[in-house]
């Protein structure tokens, strides 16, 4: 069965890291590139992060940058998320999705997605 899974989130304060995984069962990440998006509490999905599969290049949302890195370990067949100095804006359920091409900020191009991971951000 082709599924992606996402680790399981958690509840930090303000400032506080969170590293979250996604892992690949059933097929290859090798040929894939992997964006990380974020559904925050009555807003819709949008793109955080993503790194290509073919040359390594990887973006950011601008909300995410210096703060936010993703990497990847394709012998584990895995994508990482390290998230630091969280805000409230983070708050979320986080998404890993798998493309078989470039990276993009469309849904549509995505082929694969993870069920979801709670991220929460208080004082």
């Known amino acids: 069965q082709l599924q992606l899974v996402e680790s399981r989130g958690g509840s930090v304060q303000p400032g506080g890291s969170l590293r979250l995984s996604c892992a690949a069962s059933g097929f290859n990440l090798d040929f894939y590139a992997i964006g990380w998006f974020r559904q925050a509490p009555g807003k819709e999905r949008k793109g955080v992060a993503c790194?290509?599969?073919?040359?390594?290049?990887?973006y950011y949302q601008d909300s995410v940058k210096g703060r936010f890195s993703i990497s990847r370990d394709n012998a584990k067949n895995m994508v990482y998320l390290e998230m630091n100095s969280l805000k409230s804006e983070d708050i979320g359920v986080y998404y890993c999705?798998?493309?078989?091409?470039?990276?993009?900020?469309?849904?549509?191009?995505?082929?694969?997605w993870g069920q979801g991971t709670q991220v929460t951000v208080s004082s």
């Open positions: 790194i290509s599969s073919y040359d390594g290049d990887i």
């Open positions: 999705a798998a493309n078989r091409g470039l990276c993009s900020e469309a849904e549509r191009s995505y082929d694969y």
